[in-house]
């Protein structure tokens, strides 16, 4: 534990920053203010437009804002008078280039976070019946001793739990969490909002560029040199908000890009645009194929970059409907060399497998592979074509008049949104776009990526550009690849067919899809990885449908849900045997709210649940055991990487305020001593340091050294101590030696940088391109054949072996129709034909059946900042009431079905009879045949001071509610809009249904009455 005199030089003066910070800052104030017109004086005298409380100090601690996964670099205002501290305000850090010292609505809320009176204060077991408030305060040897006792009680195997993590251990803990399931043996992890967000919506793009987290931490949209910006989909997250890219957004509009926006509604994304495109729901692979042909047909293609950075060049042939590629391979089977046709020497010529440009033949020779070949087979008579002719022939009958008919929008629309993105460079179409909307989502995806790499977009400015992490991690594989080459211990090949190289990597430093097909192919999905023989239940669920001659309910997925309704049902078996689920460990995550609801509360109410968190969501209306989190203003933690910025380097989040309620742990230590008393601490804190290249006999001896005095604290006084965080400063204790020697420094420096800027620069993005590491122009890219991939290696050789043919993942690309109220959408693992005529990809739904979208609205990022009074307050505030909290429908629709403003509706799916309840807006922003519903609302826990409020204008079921019970068979994801539904006004006795809330037992142990004060001192 550190002493408060070391506690109080973690923060920096108001005024020092400002210094530190003025040099920086000064060159681009300066230019902002010439852009504006601005007379800028830099000699004038200094003007303090604060009026600070005189006696008073003030001082700015660097952190990152835990609010959702953009992970924003900021700065914590902290005022302190004798004993007194406390956090007053939250700005954005001005020496990020993340987000640029830019901060939205819910990162400037941060404190009130902190300060909110329903947060959870003391560990609570429950007392009373699951769907009810009803608890006992607990001390924490209570709190543990209890769930000992309950996993002796139910005799526990360490595959009988799940691990709930959502977006906030994704972004922020994917280095400690991941290890913690190797240790404990936990094979499954179910991740909300990640689920349906980061495999349903991008692991098209990820499959084509190599990324995992596009939105989070490894690309960035330089929308800021960009001469066309689209944003594609229900309010992409530029605008959603996700501040990384929303402030790029911002540059870019300031420097005139053009903006373009694909949404049937218009989104706070549609107001900034250009052109406006309000396409019809399922639309959107159609467009995105039609595109593809435009540009091919009328060479607006790079040819370059195609041709020699891509695998468009492959020779490919088909065999039993599936183009295969034409290959040398070695005597086990696993690929040696690619086969491309050479125009200089016009012949088949073999390129390497695994490299960066198709430049080279497998002996060294220059050459110049063909994108299109005529009258060429194989020796057995196999028609050889390209996987550019693949492509071709793919989006062959997506004409612009065909595209127009099922997008139902003017054709001229299609005609410039086409030609502009043909014709202007450099373009960026914005990642992190919100919807997963059916079963084509992923070859809608996949068709963006390819967009983005026959332009020629890809790490270069105004285009997509892979983050410094990223591209650190692709060198470092690259350098391992050629070194266990180089030496004889592996032969050539493509790295799914090198586990030896991709093992040689630390598990976390390897880039995106690399690290997603180690995670999934060879630990979770690998019985042999775990010492009990299970994998995680997604894939034994994978293993009992595929037994029964159907398709996978998640082939390829990283922490869906899939199979743990199902495994409490009794429908999953392994060897024989049920797959049993006993207890659900939550962190950070609100599955109640956030996953399908109606599955979700079964699986809570059957099992033993214990929830990590900082407010008492609706999960907990069915924890078993709440254990109160710290918030991020009070968390000390490892130094880690910029996040999705073109630099490489550091930052560190670092405690501003003493922690406010004694009993709160911070989730990192909790974890840790967790491991402890579950007897596998040595294990856990092994596996952290080898996940992420850490030496393990340094942080194990150093996070023996801190966590024991937090212990004994814990063991003396039954609360936590209230600065520092023991995980925290045992990683950085290691980190910043290694980091110093990497900048010839100091450890002592190294902390001393980022306790007073926040932020270490590395590497620069320019720095990158004098360096040639741009990727895959000079180094490979986070593939299994280091070339941008037209043709996916991974669904070919991983998914299509495995699991067969399906549409959903074909290798290249294939037309997936909407299948409205069919398709994957009805039964986990089979296909349902859809009827007439939801057969017809031209078709509309006639009033009272809607196409029904959901959109992310700015001020919410995830259901627990509902419950944030500042964030809450701009949602119910005059109009942005109806905006935020109203399903939004077309006035001209409404009119005819005898619809007003502010009338409660039922939308009811005709999929499966799921309906909300919720009051209707009123509006010409959106298509006559489609209804909109905001993401965010739908909570009934009495314990929500006010999140609850907004139940006088959303009924208490959230969106997921609605969504099938089944599941995509790729992903896992739940094509949440693969549905029409009905839409009338609700009845009284449905209005009152759907706005009570759950009972309360004990009310004087709800956050907002318990007699825990608030301790504000040092």
């Not at 005139?256 to 399922?282: H, M, N, T, Y």
Request: include cysteine; proline fraction near 7%.
């Amino acid at each position: 534990m550190e002493s408060e005199k070391s506690k109080n030089e973690l923060r920096i003066s108001r005024r020092d920053f400002l210094k530190v910070s003025a040099i920086t800052a000064a060159a681009a104030a300066a230019g902002y203010a010439a852009s504006k017109n601005f007379v800028f004086d830099i000699f004038s005298p200094p003007v303090d437009e604060e009026q600070l409380q005189p006696g008073y100090q003030y001082s700015y601690a660097p952190n990152m804002c835990g609010i959702c996964s953009s992970v924003c670099d900021i700065l914590v205002n902290v005022e302190q008078k004798g004993n007194y501290i406390r956090a007053i305000e939250i700005d954005g850090n001005p020496l990020s280039t993340l987000n640029y010292g830019k901060l939205c609505a819910r990162g400037r809320s941060g404190t009130l976070i902190t300060y909110n009176k329903d947060r959870l204060k003391k560990p609570l077991i429950r007392t009373g019946p699951k769907g009810t408030w009803a608890f006992k305060e607990a001390e924490w040897d209570e709190a543990i001793q209890y769930i000992l006792q309950k996993f002796q009680e139910l005799n526990v195997q360490p595959w009988e739990m799940v691990l709930g993590g959502g977006a906030i251990p994704c972004a922020n803990y994917r280095p400690e969490f991941i290890p913690f399931t190797f240790a404990s043996q936990i094979p499954t992890i179910a991740g909300s909002p990640m689920q349906p967000c980061l495999f349903g919506e991008h692991l098209g793009m990820n499959l084509t560029i190599g990324t995992f987290d596009i939105h989070g931490d490894e690309l960035a949209d330089d929308f800021q040199h960009s001469s066309l910006i689209v944003i594609w989909g229900n309010n992409g997250n530029p605008a959603g908000i996700f501040v990384n890219k929303g402030s790029r957004l911002g540059k870019g509009l300031a420097n005139d890009a053009f903006v373009i926006v694909l949404d049937p509604r218009q989104s706070e994304a549609a107001s900034k645009a250009d052109l406006w495109i309000p396409v019809k729901p399922g639309s959107d692979l159609a467009i995105a194929m039609g595109l593809i042909k435009y540009l091919i047909d009328n060479n607006y293609y790079d040819d370059y970059f195609v041709r020699y950075h891509t695998n468009a060049p492959f020779l490919v042939y088909q065999e039993n409907g599936v183009y295969v590629p034409y290959t040398a391979n070695y005597e086990d089977g696993t690929v040696q060399a690619f086969y491309v046709y050479d125009e200089i020497s016009q012949s088949i010529v073999q390129v390497p497998p695994y490299t960066n440009t198709n430049m080279y033949s497998v002996d060294g020779k220059t050459i110049r592979p063909a994108l299109r070949v005529q009258n060429l087979a194989t020796p057995d008579g196999k028609q050889l074509i390209t996987v550019f002719q693949a492509l071709e022939q793919a989006v062959s009958q997506f004409t612009i008049d065909y595209v127009t008919q099922i997008a139902d929008v003017d054709k001229s629309l299609i005609e410039e949104f086409y030609f502009r993105v043909g014709t202007m460079r450099p373009i960026d179409i914005a990642t992190g776009q919100k919807g997963q909307e059916g079963s084509y989502t992923t070859m809608w995806r996949k068709a963006i990526g390819i967009i983005m790499a026959l332009t020629g977009n890809i790490d270069v400015r105004g285009g997509w550009i892979y983050s410094g992490d990223h591209r650190e991690g692709a060198i470092q594989l690259f350098q391992t690849y050629n070194s266990m080459v180089n030496s004889g211990q592996v032969k050539p090949g493509i790295l799914i067919q090198r586990p030896q190289v991709l093992m040689s990597v630390p598990v976390l430093n390897l880039p995106g899809q690399m690290m997603q097909y180690v995670a999934t192919a060879l630990a979770y999905c690998n019985p042999s990885f775990w010492q009990h023989g299970h994998p995680a239940v997604w894939c034994a669920y994978n293993n009992t449908l595929t037994s029964q001659g159907l398709k996978p309910a998640a082939a390829f997925s990283l922490f869906p849900d899939t199979g743990v309704y199902e495994a409490m049902q009794g429908q999953v078996q392994w060897n024989g045997q049920p797959y049993n689920i006993k207890v659900i460990m939550t962190c950070c995550v609100n599955p109640a709210k956030n996953m399908q609801e109606s599955e979700w509360k079964q699986i809570l109410q059957n099992a033993f649940v214990i929830m990590i968190d900082i407010f008492p969501t609706d999960t907990a209306l069915y924890a078993d055991v709440i254990l109160p989190d710290a918030t991020y203003i009070e968390r000390e933690e490892p130094i880690t990487s910029r996040g999705a910025t073109p630099d490489s380097g550091y930052r560190r989040r670092w405690q501003a305020i003493p922690r406010v309620y004694p009993y709160t742990i911070p989730e990192l230590d909790l974890f840790v001593l967790l491991s402890y008393k579950l007897g596998f601490f040595e294990q856990y804190i092994t596996w952290m340091a080898n996940s992420v290249g850490l030496p393990a006999d340094q942080l194990l001896q150093a996070m023996q050294k801190e966590m024991m005095p937090f212990v004994q604290y814990l063991e003396k006084y039954g609360t936590y101590p209230r600065w520092g965080e023991f995980v925290g400063k045992a990683f950085a204790d290691v980190q910043s030696q290694i980091i110093a020697q990497q900048l010839n420094t100091t450890p002592d420096d190294v902390l001393s940088k980022l306790r007073t800027e926040g932020v270490i620069t590395v590497k620069t993005f320019e720095d990158y391109v004098q360096n040639n590491e741009r990727i895959p122009w000079n180094i490979p890219a986070g593939l299994p054949t280091g070339r941008i991939e037209i043709y996916s290696t991974i669904l070919y050789y991983y998914v299509i072996k495995n699991f067969g043919y399906d549409p959903t993942w074909d290798p290249i690309l294939a037309y997936v129709p909407p299948n409205w109220n069919a398709g994957y959408a009805v039964t986990p693992g089979q296909f349902v034909q859809p009827q007439p005529p939801y057969n017809d990809p031209t078709f509309k739904p006639t009033p009272p059946e809607m196409f029904y979208i959901e959109f992310k609205i700015p001020p919410i990022a995830y259901t627990f900042t509902t419950n944030v009074p500042t964030l809450e307050a701009i949602t119910s505030n005059s109009y942005h009431t109806n905006i935020y909290q109203f399903a939004w429908i077309n006035k001209e629709t409404a009119q005819r079905l005898g619809i007003n403003e502010g009338d409660w509706i039922a939308i009811i799916s005709k999929l499966n009879g799921a309906k909300l309840i919720v009051r209707a807006h009123l509006t010409e922003w959106i298509r006559p045949d489609t209804i909109g519903v905001p993401e965010p609302w739908g909570q009934n826990n009495p314990a929500l001071t006010y999140s609850t409020r907004s139940l006088k204008n959303f009924g208490n079921r959230a969106v997921t509610s609605i969504w099938p019970q089944s599941y995509d068979p790729l992903t896992g994801h739940r094509m949440a809009q693969q549905f029409t539904v009905l839409v009338r006004k609700a009845t009284p006795d449905e209005i009152s249904e759907y706005t009570q809330l759950a009972q309360v037992q004990t009310p004087d142990t709800l956050p907002s009455q318990e007699n825990i004060p608030g301790n504000y001192t040092t």
